[in-house]
């Protein structure tokens, strides 16, 4: 990737991540690009130079997310740790990015409202991809008679349902920071998982 593209990518990145904050606070379809482009402190043509539209900009940044992580889950799943370490990890590192990213995640609950078919479709395969990564370690779990016999998409559905609801009741301001809700939280999660816990 040449410098330019880098600087074009970081642009993009930082006008993502300012500009899902603006459409969760007022809503997708009570957000126009005008009001996006004026929070940024930029023309409306600087933000249509890096995003055809404003559903172009939310799907990118919902890949985005996705993307890292799934990122974030291929990293765990390569350390040479136990698998009960690797899933409180996998757990840990999902709550502490659903917290940084909040925006963009609480914009990811109705996505059937917002994208057109074919962008279903990525955000779905994405979705899927990351969901196999939780699944690989709780299957590794039960394998290992660590894990108790489970439905394992079941199980995962749990978590990732219980996880990304932290989105909606965690407070900056309350007792525990992110790294503490998100450390407790995996405690909790892994007493159902693992055998004589």
Do not use: C
Not at 18 to 35: F, N, Q
Not at 182 to 191: G, H, K, P, R, S
């Amino acid at each position: 990737m040449s410098l330019r593209e880098k600087k074009t990518a970081k642009k993009k990145e930082e006008i993502l991540q300012s500009a899902v904050s603006i459409l969760s606070e007022k809503g997708y379809h009570g957000t126009t690009m005008e009001e996006i482009a004026a929070k940024l402190l930029m023309t409306k043509g600087s933000v249509y130079y890096y995003f055809n539209d404003k559903q172009n900009l939310l799907f990118e940044s919902q890949i985005m997310i996705l993307n890292r992580s799934i990122q974030n889950m291929e990293s765990i799943n390569s350390q040479n740790v136990s698998v009960i370490k690797k899933l409180r990890k996998a757990i840990i590192a999902h709550i502490e990015y659903a917290i940084r990213e909040r925006s963009g995640f609480v914009m990811m609950f109705n996505p059937e409202q917002i994208f057109s078919p074919s962008q279903l479709e990525q955000i779905f395969q994405l979705r899927d991809e990351y969901g196999k990564g939780f699944d690989q370690l709780i299957e590794e779990g039960i394998e290992a008679d660590v894990f108790r016999s489970m439905d394992v998409k079941i199980v995962r559905n749990i978590i990732l349902g219980a996880i990304n609801w932290v989105t909606q009741w965690y407070s900056d301001d309350g007792k525990k920071d992110e790294t503490e809700m998100a450390e407790l939280i995996a405690d909790y999660v892994m007493q159902i998982l693992i055998k004589d816990f």
